[in-house]
């Protein structure tokens, strides 16, 4: 049971401004069914001013994401845009008396919303959260959403980047490198393993490689969701993988890919490329 | 304001008569059951009444019962125990919709240098017995499947996998917490090993489990230390609970063949009427062979924690398999192996029910339910999908 503040479960009870606006003067989404939360902003803004006239919020989520939603609304409605847009998910966080640590994550969907909203009132093409490399492929989080996150909440363990981003929420694999961005933003110097001289591999060498590697690294962290993927061929430095399971109709299959590229680069050569049969 | 509690696979109220069971030895019987007096070997006394009756719920001899502190240490031991049995053979069967207690004990095995075969099941939340016959390979020293499933309710085939295992030579151990005391289990019929028990989800208190171990089987104890349960699992008994749990198994003997039917009947109506109230309802779990008190059932496009925590503004208690009420941001790994589609997922609420349980109790749900996911789809930016997704379901 989470501990919710009253004004949490106020707003979750009787939310103020859900709905939709019609023909909005901005739309933001953000969040995905898939991950289990989405909200969807409609902004009215008086475009001599640039005044919020009005908000309201679609969310499918938790309690904390309704309400989260609700409390956006209420801090952006009669503000300018720029003066929107200085609202933090810290901000959302205090107007509902605090969240559970691990539900930060609400108030930052919160703010994201905002921001793609303002973006597309501003006619910009993508919003900054969208940007980057995904770190985290089972919420599809990116690096430079993880970086902003650190920085505004002044987060300082994994943990922390988890309980406000979601990002290393599911399978876990991508904790070592939410780590690795905590401690460059720091500013400490990431041990860099001195990398070894590597010999050039024989064929026979780079495929028993890699099927050690699809075994002990891959193989298990895709069968503890349910997936699979079996090695098919190896034709000089491309290795063409076959997924099964329910990687094979997992949305993020391509990102799965890339990841067993990614392995498969770190530990046996960096001249190898991936693909799915 | 009364409490409807629904959520009996998670745990269950004491009962009245277990509690009067249980009494005495908080009190003035506060003996140690391996002490040489009389003081304490009346209380070794009740212990063994308690061994009678767990073991006659199962039709078990008593000997062939270990008491322990609860399911997942039954179930811990028992694989544990199969493992050492077996020393040259590195090879495990379980399925993808275990109980975190199998699951991730055998996730560790696995970076033990063990491989797991986790078996997938179909949409139905059932196991296909082929795949199982050629998963058991002559390195596979155990085979560990549940009877029920805590989630969907799902019943496992276990005589007939239980003749598969054995017949390839292969210890078989199946967790029994969700099943003894809600349908008939007999292991003189099944050829089981090992099998879990726990006391909470059958109206004992918490922090007592058993463990059977059929007679002639290889065992080697999980917990070292004194004598206590003949060398098989030492520690100083929980005896107040264990007295408990052995009247538990006992009343639960003899109110299964009445109430299995009553429960069944109220868990059916439930299931009936949420289906015809509530647009884009989807019942996760084989309907054939399922627990009698468990109705899991998703609602398309509405988040599982809004459903529960606006449930619990009635005093309804029941639980969900959404992402956010899992502790892991990921939703429930039964739901995800049975291939649930994420638009029903998250929306997914599990009603659990008891011989506790009344009709007053199902009116209530019945009767608030509707509005509940009504108002809630309303919020939701995929409340008009879910109109459709009502209007195709049947």
Known sequence: MWEYTGKVRELFLHPRNAGEIENPDAVGEVGSIVCGDALKLTLRIDRKTDRIIDARFRTFGCASAIASSSALTELIKGRTVDEALRITNKDIADYLGGLPREKMHCSVMGMEALRAAVANYRGEKQPEAEKGNIVCECFGVTDEKIRRVIRENNLQTAEDVTNFTKAGGGCGSCIPEIEKILREIRGERVAVKPEAPRRKLTNIQKIAMIQEVMEKEIRPLLQADGGDVELVDVEGNKVTVSLRGMCAECLMADVTVKNIEKKLKELVSEELSVEAA | ?394
């Open chain 2, 1 to 394: 304001m009364r409490v409807v509690y629904l959520d009996n696979n998670a745990t269950t109220r004491v009962a009245d008569e277990v509690r009067e069971e249980m009494l005495p030895y908080l009190g003035e019987l506060y003996g140690n059951p391996s002490s040489m007096h009389t003081f304490g070997g009346q209380v070794h006394r009740k212990i063994e009444t308690a061994r009678e009756q767990v073991a006659a719920l199962i039709n078990a001899e008593p000997e062939e019962i270990i008491f322990t502190s609860c399911g997942t240490e039954s179930d811990n031991t028992a694989i544990m125990s199969c493992l050492a049995s077996s020393p040259q053979k590195r090879h495990i069967v379980t399925t993808r919709v275990e109980h975190p207690a199998v699951l991730n004990f055998c996730r560790t095995m696995s970076r033990k240098g063990y491989r797991v075969t986790f078996l997938p099941v179909d949409r139905l939340g059932r196991l296909d017995l082929d795949e199982l016959q050629s998963a058991i390979t002559d390195d596979t020293a155990v085979v560990s499947i549940m009877y029920a499933n805590n989630e969907s309710g799902v019943i496992f085939p276990i005589s007939e996998i239980a003749g598969i295992v054995k017949a390839k030579g292969v210890f078989f151990h199946t967790d029994a917490v969700q099943a003894a005391g809600k349908i008939p289990v007999d292991v003189k019929k099944i050829p089981v090993d090992m099998m879990s028990l726990s006391g909470h989800k059958i109206h004992a208190a918490k922090g007592v489990g058993a463990l059977y171990v059929r007679r002639g089987t290889r065992f080697s104890p999980y917990i070292i230390g004194g004598h206590q349960e003949r060398g098989r699992r030492a520690g100083t008994e929980n005896v107040a609970s264990i007295a408990g749990f052995g009247r538990a198994c006992e009343l639960a003997r003899e109110h299964l063949p009445v109430e299995s039917a009553r429960i069944r009947g109220m868990r059916d109506r439930l299931e009936r009427g949420l289906h015809e109230t509530c647009p884009g309802a989807r019942t996760n779990g084989d309907p054939e062979n399922r627990l009698p008190n468990t109705l899991n059932i998703s609602f398309e496009y509405v988040e599982g924690e809004a459903i529960l925590l606006r449930l619990n503004e009635f005093n309804i208690c029941a639980s969900s398999g959404s992402a956010c009420t899992s502790g892991s941001l990921e939703p429930s790994h039964v739901l995800r192996a049975m291939g649930v589609p994420f638009t029903a997922i998250h929306g997914s609420v599990r009603f659990s029910l008891s011989r506790y349980t009344t009709d007053e109790d199902i009116d209530l749900v019945l009767e608030k339910m509707p509005g509940i996911i009504r108002e809630l789809r309303e919020l939701s930016p995929y409340g008009r999908e879910a109109g459709q997704a009502g209007a195709h379901s049947p």
